[in-house]
């Protein structure tokens, strides 16, 4: 009797063993950093539009995070934060790479910074100290210059694809038989390359970031899809999202259900984290002067804003982990998070060291993955966007329940929410809480203070007449002057 009790309990310890050693063992790492996405654009967040099956059912078996925001309005910006874990103010890049400028404008907007820092530690050169491969599939946008590619920054495997949909331009790091079918579409070719990696590296922990085109404009999508929407558009009498757009949301769909498909048929499902994310947030109406057309694309109902403004509509974006050791299928949380958090996470769970002299904006998840009702040790997140895009620069603060954006452009104007209660941004209360206001400016005046935030300046060539106009940097030339004449933008689309 008591041998087999003895029996029994050492089976239990070698299972508890085992239990633990699953949920610390360093994990695979796939993160999927999809283009321009919306916060709304997929069914797990509210879209009923938009078929998303393989999305939500990542969701369904992860955390799906409804307060995670993109660090920066615009693309660059976000992913110079993800690769580095600091705020892009510190390094500059607080506008996509290479910008495009307004002029005559009321502020001269500070240039960005033009390539990410090869002095900077990536999270890729961080995990690759913890023994991980590393791989980059897709989109970069942190520098032009051979010497500033991915394979420069730390990652083992880099396959950078130019173009939008048909891949275009690609450059696959010693890889020449990696090649794309004919006229096939990106987010396939992308999936391709990914699966091809998963497969090459499965033997050891590996990170793996897949950075689609998709869905930026230019709108474009394989004509069956298109066709789908377009009849569901009009047999539910609905004008958005635009059926083109609809159909690249379910090409990333096909690929993420490709790629979680090939992680679980190579075993590694129990430990793989997959992080689904946006770079920043959607575009509700396309400026494409190429293609001569101001098409509206979604809705970002009930957020207001769009890409380029710091709006919510403009950097809140969706987050869904998945990771079966730390977090329960299902799960919600509403802990304030942001991109920068990315890096400390994963080197937390590769079991890393972070580097001893680069500062570390980010926090990790890790207590928010296993108890999603908990509180990060952080009192503020905070974005600068000194440029003009869809919105005026700015810079502004979330503070547990408040928001607060400040405008740079001389205005003066500053803008108040109760975010936790206005997800819409509806009622500005700058107003009627002028206390509130005068804190959260000071702290943020302090914080662009610490980070050496680059500011706007006074144009000394303000032209009330000529302050629309968008400039190309690298042309030194008006972007289609000829086209804005004819179709001049609105009031609406200056706001």
Request: some cysteine; charged content about 25%.
């Amino acid at each position: 009797m008591i041998r087999s009790i003895c029996l029994c309990f050492t089976a239990f310890l070698c299972c508890l063993v085992s239990s633990t050693a699953s949920a610390v063992d360093p994990p695979n790492i796939v993160l999927i950093f999809i283009d321009d996405l919306g916060w709304k654009d997929i069914g797990c967040y509210g879209n009923d539009f938009v078929d998303t099956p393989r999305i939500d059912k990542l969701a369904s078996e992860g955390m799906r995070f409804t307060d995670f925001y993109a660090a920066g309005a615009v693309c660059s910006p976000t992913r110079c934060a993800l690769q580095s874990g600091q705020n892009q103010a510190r390094i500059g890049i607080t506008d996509f790479i290479s910008g495009h400028w307004r002029p005559f404008e009321r502020v001269i907007t500070p240039r960005p910074t033009m390539a990410l820092p090869l002095d900077t530690v990536t999270i890729a050169e961080s995990l690759k100290s913890a023994g991980y491969s590393t791989g980059y599939i897709g989109k970069w946008h942190l520098g032009n210059g051979v010497q500033f590619q991915p394979d420069h920054q730390g990652y083992d495997f880099s396959a950078v694809i130019g173009g939008p949909h048909l891949p275009g331009t690609y450059r696959v790091q010693r890889r020449p038989d990696l090649k794309p079918k004919p006229a096939q579409y990106r987010t396939d070719f992308e999936a391709d390359l990914s699966i091809d990696f998963i497969r090459s590296n499965k033997d050891k922990p590996f990170f793996l970031l897949l950075s689609p085109y998709a869905v930026h404009i230019p709108l474009g999508a394989m004509s069956e899809k298109v066709e789908k929407y377009r009849k569901k558009a009009n047999e539910l009498n609905c004008e958005l999202p635009h059926p083109v757009y609809a159909a690249m949301i379910e090409h990333c769909d096909d690929m993420v259900g490709r790629i979680v498909d090939a992680i679980d048929d190579a075993g590694l499902t129990d430990n793989t984290m997959i992080v689904f994310t946006s770079d920043n947030g959607g575009l509700y109406r396309r400026y494409d002067y190429r293609e001569q057309a101001d098409d509206n694309v979604s809705s970002l109902a009930p957020l207001k804003g769009e890409k380029g403004s710091l709006h919510e509509g403009g950097v809140r974006v969706p987050l869904i982990v998945k990771y079966p050791p730390l977090v329960n299928g299902g799960a919600v949380c509403s802990e304030p998070t942001i991109t920068y958090d990315f890096y400390p996470t994963f080197v937390d769970l590769a079991g890393g060291t972070l580097p001893k002299n680069q500062t570390i904006d980010g926090l990790s998840l890790k207590p928010l993955l296993s108890e999603p009702g908990a509180k990060l040790n952080r009192d503020a997140l905070h974005w600068h966007y000194p440029h003009y895009h869809h919105d005026r620069p700015a810079s502004s603060i979330r503070e547990r329940d408040w928001k607060l954006i400040e405008y740079l452009d001389g205005s003066g104007d500053v803008e108040l929410y109760q975010i936790t209660q206005d997800i819409g941004e509806s009622k500005n209360l700058a107003g009627e809480k002028k206390g509130r206001v005068t804190d959260l400016r000071q702290k943020l005046k302090a914080w662009r203070g610490d980070v050496i935030a680059r500011m706007p300046i006074p144009n000394p060539n303000y032209d009330p007449k000529r302050a629309d106009q968008w400039w190309n940097t690298r042309s030194g030339k008006p972007i289609d002057s000829d086209r804005r004449k004819r179709f001049p933008p609105t009031e609406k689309d200056r706001r």
